[in-house]
């Protein structure tokens, strides 16, 4: 089908044709089929009216010789006149670099064959049914020794399968990989149309496609199957039940030979916090009853005592207040957080639920975690009742003391010796980013417009405020006491200052929206490994600390806004990627998410020769480390979904991912090339026919260091993913015949 241009446009260069059999005629130049010979000297042509002029001329000997200088590869894929010449007039011209390596060994192929040899085969196919999607296929590229590829063909495509559906077998998108080393730095021109990328698994698109295609945290994130749900509600109903008449409502029992005197705190078996078990007490007398009791009536507040510009459209009356009543009631509201835990956070980990204190915590922070604990219940009931609370809920976080307070952040070089009293303003911020979170995937149109227009702004500044800087480890490995609380604050302030990024960043990619944070202001230390960050007593977080973040280790060493940077050079050396690769998924996928922002302003701004250079090398150096973690470091994150109930929470959620991110950037950058390449040409003839006697016309501010080209996504903040998700649909659908 034509494009909204009218033009029929190759799925390879994107080049556009107004007529449909042009197309077709110009994909051949894509395969290596010569179908059409010579009868006279065996010489094969792609098309009918090339051979019909070759025998007006031919002598009976072949056309293709070895001894014969051949136009240049970019003349070649320009089909422009070439000189033959090192470098050639084109070529010299435009400053890039000239290469003979597709004619050369075109005519090595033909000079050393026989009559029916045909040059290499670029197109290795690999069909789409040997892959099962995400980050275990069946058929690995490494299984397959690279050199040997690379001693045959000297130039090649690696093709990746998007779609993992066995009924589309044939369905592939080409990426341009050159196997010889001297060919794989990147040039510092814009000339390079296609991004190298080495032999790894085939990675599709299995999880963006749905998530830019559905609504609702259930059907967009990994939130576990609905009879896992289930499962974790009627383990947690038995507890419940069993245990009413001796403690608050929490799943796991206290387990007195747990206890860790040194920690600020009791918890059970897996981290639960929960309270020891007073004979002749009663679950009513719980300091959890006060807390729901307070977000009752805070609720109450923001109805009854609503500003002109609140978001709250409701009216208090008796039988409204009897629905608060039941939604937050004690029963209902552990439930909710047993769901949080359980399903929703192996997706953001900001909170740290081993000494997480239901009764010490906001009010403001509890109610925010069990609206989206509803919503990702298995009752459908439960999705509905929290959907009448949701602006509430916003409201009353957002109106938050601790929220609006000023704070001016500290000295970043004067850093005090303990961060305890920012927690209440950091559970606050805490509290603000779930709202964020549950209304843009679960609340109305209009809900997902203010949080991303206006809430998520203030999210940023109040994170701003707090001071990115301070978001800094100590050196553990050097204090002679290692206080737990301590490091959960700091280790809670960098993860929360992440996912603000990773929530811009989404805006970004899938929004179409300008981002409101920039890299250079990541001066925070990374996320510490999951296993130290889930340890569930004070001596097993600082054994962990010991194990996984020694001195030598980049947690502590290095700031996002550096790695980022440092993913960007040329090249890595094996030293460097094995000591980026220990950074593990949260950090991997905040950095490929990074790329991401720089391809949205590559494309929103003057098209200057060499700006896709470090994005390129980024992409490139960022999917071998990814790799590497891959074989070292992911076996000691579950994220099987057949985990034990009591470990659901440990499992690695939707950044498993994250490759699909990297080859969203790769697919972006391609198409951002070719068209600049297309434009630049287009610039460099108006230049030519200007210097001559032809009248051409040339447009205003035309130049051939500078190109405007339309952003591949036209529309911007757009409540709806649909741009993405053609985007990404019109990648899965590219047939290469």
């Given amino acids: 089908m034509p494009d909204a241009g009218g033009l029929y446009r190759c799925p390879v260069c994107f080049k556009g044709y107004k007529r449909r059999e042009h197309l077709q005629r110009h994909r051949s130049t894509h395969t290596s089929e010569r179908p059409h010979r010579c009868i006279v000297c065996n010489a094969s042509f792609q098309r009918t009216d090339v051979l019909k002029r070759h025998l007006q001329t031919c002598d009976g000997t072949s056309t293709i010789s070895s001894t014969r200088r051949r136009a240049c590869d970019r003349c070649v894929r320009q089909k422009k006149a070439c000189n033959s010449l090192q470098p050639c007039q084109n070529c010299e011209k435009r400053a890039v670099r000239c290469e003979y390596f597709i004619a050369s060994s075109v005519a090595a192929a033909s000079s050393s064959s026989s009559s029916s040899a045909q040059p290499w085969d670029p197109l290795g196919k690999l069909r789409a049914a040997d892959f099962n999607g995400g980050l275990t296929p069946h058929f690995d590229y490494r299984d397959v020794e690279l050199g040997s590829i690379a001693s045959s063909t000297p130039e090649s495509h690696h093709q990746f399968p998007l779609v993992n559906n066995p009924t589309a077998e044939d369905v592939w998108f080409d990426i341009e990989y050159n196997h010889d080393p001297a060919l794989a730095q990147v040039s510092s021109s814009e000339d390079t149309d296609l991004l190298p990328v080495p032999e790894y698994r085939g990675y599709s698109f299995e999880f963006l496609y749905d998530f830019t295609s559905r609504t609702g945290l259930v059907s967009s994130f990994e939130c576990a199957t609905l009879e896992r749900r289930q499962q974790i509600v009627a383990a947690f109903d038995h507890a419940y039940i069993s245990n009413l008449e001796h403690f608050i409502p929490t799943p796991l029992q206290y387990d007195p030979a747990a206890d860790d005197h040194s920690m600020s705190g009791q918890y059970g078996d897996h981290g639960d916090v929960v309270q020891p078990v007073i004979p002749g007490t009663s679950w009513l007398s719980s300091p959890i009853v006060a807390k729901l009791q307070d977000i009752v009536l805070q609720i109450k507040r923001v109805v009854t005592f609503r500003p002109n510009n609140s978001v709250v459209d409701l009216t208090w009356t008796p039988a409204l207040e009897q629905k608060c009543i039941e939604f937050f009631s004690p029963y209902k509201f552990a439930k909710f957080m047993e769901l949080y835990w359980s399903v929703w956070h192996p997706n953001v980990s900001i909170i740290h639920r081993p000494t997480f204190d239901q009764s010490s915590s906001k009010s403001a922070l509890l109610a925010a975690m069990a609206l989206l604990g509803a919503c990702v219940s298995p009752d459908s009931q439960d999705n509905l009742d929290a959907r009448l609370w949701f602006n509430c809920v916003e409201e009353m976080v957002f109106t938050d003391a601790d929220f609006r307070s000023d704070t001016e952040s500290a000295d970043e070089t004067d850093l005090s010796s303990t961060m305890l009293p920012i927690s209440p303003k950091l559970q606050a911020l805490q509290a603000a980013y779930v709202i964020c979170l549950y209304q843009n995937w679960e609340g109305a149109d209009a809900s997902k417009r203010r949080i991303r227009r206006h809430r998520f702004s203030t999210v940023v500044s109040v994170a701003r405020d707090m001071g990115i800087g301070n978001a800094r480890h100590l050196d553990y490995n050097r204090e002679i006491e290692f206080h737990w609380d301590?490091?959960?604050?700091?280790?809670?302030?960098?993860?929360?200052?992440?996912?603000?990024?990773?929530?811009?960043?989404?805006?970004?990619?899938?929004?179409?929206?300008?981002?409101?944070?920039?890299?250079?202001?990541?001066?925070?230390?990374?996320?510490?490994?999951?296993?130290?960050?889930?340890?569930?007593?004070?001596?097993?977080?600082?054994?962990?600390?010991?194990?996984?973040?020694?001195?030598?280790?980049?947690?502590?060493?290095?700031?996002?806004?550096?790695?980022?940077?440092?993913?960007?050079?040329?090249?890595?050396?094996?030293?460097?990627?094995?000591?980026?690769?220990?950074?593990g998924a949260l950090n991997l996928f905040t950095i490929v998410s990074a790329f991401h922002y720089m391809i949205f302003q590559h494309q929103n701004s003057l098209g200057v020769a060499g700006q896709l250079v470090p994005i390129r090398s980024g992409l490139r150096n960022w999917i071998a480390v990814w790799e590497q973690y891959f074989d070292s470091w992911s076996a000691s994150y579950p994220q099987d979904a057949s985990l034990p109930l009591e470990t659901m929470w440990k499992r690695m959620g939707f950044i498993r991912f994250a490759p699909e991110y990297w080859l969203l950037g790769v697919l972006l950058t391609n198409r951002i090339s070719g068209a600049t390449n297309q434009s630049q040409d287009k610039a460099h003839d108006v230049d030519d026919a200007s210097r001559s006697s032809l009248p051409v016309p040339v447009a205003a501010g035309s130049s051939a260091q500078i190109n405007s080209v339309d952003p591949i996504l036209e529309k911007y903040d757009q409540t709806s993913m649909r741009q993405v998700n053609d985007l990404i649909a019109d990648f899965r659908k590219f047939h290469v015949e």
């Fill in 486 to 583: 301590e490091y959960v604050i700091r280790e809670e302030l960098i993860r929360t200052f992440i996912w603000i990024f990773l929530l811009d960043t989404a805006f970004v990619i899938f929004n179409n929206l300008p981002h409101r944070m920039v890299i250079k202001e990541m001066r925070m230390h990374m996320a510490s490994p999951e296993a130290c960050f889930q340890a569930v007593s004070a001596q097993e977080c600082f054994q962990e600390i010991h194990a996984l973040m020694p001195p030598s280790s980049p947690f502590c060493s290095i700031h996002l806004r550096d790695a980022i940077e440092g993913f960007c050079a040329e090249t890595l050396s094996a030293e460097t990627q094995q000591r980026f690769s220990q950074l």
